[in-house]
Every structure is written in structure tokens, then in C-alpha cells.
Nanobody
């Protein structure tokens, strides 16, 4: 079993910055995919950024150029650096995790990172409010 704990959410003004963290623990794998999703108030959950254990990374078009996803393997932590925040970035942000066979592609390279059903493990979320 894998546990994910997000942190770093806060209330900020438009144009501000935040860095979200997701600490992974438990029965992890050396080959894995992770992603950040968010659920804006009154809207459906949407993918924000994805990261594979080989370093492949991507972001949704709506955040490209403003958000950056990265990982510190030594700390078992995934980050989401968010700059130039807008009101529409408001929402609950969730971290997701899935592992895959070394013979397979991660979700970023396979193009499936933006599908929630690709991930088996989820954190409880951290709230981001931009006003």
C-alpha cells in the first residue's frame, strides 16, 4: 500500500506563488508515475501536471509556463511550483501515484497521465485559494 500526503496549499493573491509538496511512503516502486490533479469549486477534477520516474514531465495547457512539476527522489517527494497564480487556479489539489513494470511506459510517456483512472493511489488534498 502507498500513502500520499500533500501540503503547501494556502490563500494567496492573484499573481502570487505557491509550492505544493506530496510525500510518498509505503510500498513504492522504482518505476512509477505521479500526477497533480485539482478540483475547482463546482467543477470536475482536472489534470494539472504529470511526472514519471525517468524524469519525463508535462503540464496541462492551462498551466504551462506557470506551473512546474519536479521530484526529489531522496525525499520521496513530488513538488508543484505554481507561479503567476490566477483565480481560476483555485481548488483542492490532489497528488496521485501509480507504479508500472520496468518493461512498460510511464503514464507521461504513454500519454495517459491526465486520466484519473490511471492512478491507484491518491492523497487527501491541499486547498489552494487565489483571490
Amino acid at each position: 500500500h502507498v500513502q500520499l500526503v500533500e501540503s503547501g496549499g494556502d490563500s494567496v493573491q492573484a499573481g502570487g506563488s505557491l509550492r505544493l509538496s506530496c510525500v510518498v511512503s509505503g510500498s513504492t516502486s522504482s518505476t512509477y508515475s505521479m500526477a497533480w490533479f485539482r478540483k475547482p469549486p463546482g467543477k470536475e477534477r482536472e489534470a494539472v501536471a504529470g511526472f514519471d520516474s525517468d524524469g519525463s514531465a508535462t503540464q496541462a495547457k492551462s498551466v504551462k509556463g506557470r506551473f512546474t512539476v519536479s521530484a526529489d527522489k531522496a525525499k520521496n517527494t513530488l513538488y508543484l511550483e505554481m507561479n503567476s497564480l490566477k483565480a481560476e487556479d483555485t481548488g483542492m489539489y490532489y497528488c496521485a501515484y501509480d507504479f508500472f513494470s520496468p518493461l512498460s511506459l510511464g503514464h507521461v510517456r504513454a500519454g495517459t497521465w491526465d486520466q484519473a483512472r490511471s492512478f491507484d493511489y491518491w492523497g487527501q488534498g491541499t486547498q489552494v485559494t487565489v483571490s
